[in-house]
C-alpha cells in the first residue's frame, strides 16, 4: 500500500522559506514520478514541481528560481524547498506519486494516482 506523508508547512512570512518533506513508502516500482501540487480555498489545484526517477524535473513558470524539488532515495523522501515566498504561495499542498517516468515529468493532476493529505502554508504580508 502506497502512503504519502508530508510535512514542513507552517506560517512565514513573505520573503521567507520553507522546506517541505514527503516521506513515502509502498511503492515497488523502480520508476516513477513524484510531485507538488497546491490548492487554494476556491481555486483548482495546479501544479507545482515534478521529478522522475532519473532526476528530471519540471516546475510550474510562477516558482521558477524560487522553488527546488529534490529527492533522497535513501531516506525515501521528497523534498520541496521553497525560497522567496510570496502571499500568493500561500495554500495547502500535496505529494502525489505515479508509477510512470518520463521526461520532462508531467505537471498534470490526473496523472497522479496517489496523493498525500497535505500540509498547510500560509504567508503573510
Known amino acids: 500500500q502506497v502512503q504519502l506523508v508530508e510535512s514542513g508547512g507552517g506560517s512565514v512570512q513573505a520573503g521567507g522559506s520553507l522546506r517541505l518533506s514527503c516521506a513515502y513508502s509502498?511503492?515497488?516500482?523502480?520508476?516513477?514520478?513524484m510531485a507538488w501540487f497546491r490548492q487554494a480555498p476556491g481555486k483548482e489545484r495546479e501544479g507545482v514541481a515534478a521529478?522522475?526517477?532519473?532526476?528530471?524535473?519540471t516546475y510550474a513558470d510562477s516558482v521558477k528560481g524560487r522553488f527546488t524539488i529534490s529527492k533522497d532515495n535513501a531516506k525515501i523522501t521528497l523534498y520541496l524547498q521553497m525560497n522567496i515566498l510570496k502571499t500568493e504561495d500561500a495554500s495547502m499542498y500535496y505529494c502525489?506519486?505515479?508509477?510512470?517516468?518520463?521526461?520532462?515529468?508531467?505537471?498534470?493532476?490526473?496523472?497522479?494516482?496517489?496523493w498525500g493529505q497535505g500540509t498547510q502554508v500560509t504567508v503573510s504580508s
Open positions: 521529478i522522475n526517477s532519473d532526476g528530471s524535473t
Open positions: 502525489a506519486a505515479a508509477p510512470v517516468s518520463v521526461a520532462p515529468p508531467p505537471l498534470y493532476a490526473p496523472d497522479f494516482g496517489d
Open positions: 509502498g511503492y515497488t516500482v523502480s520508476t516513477y514520478s
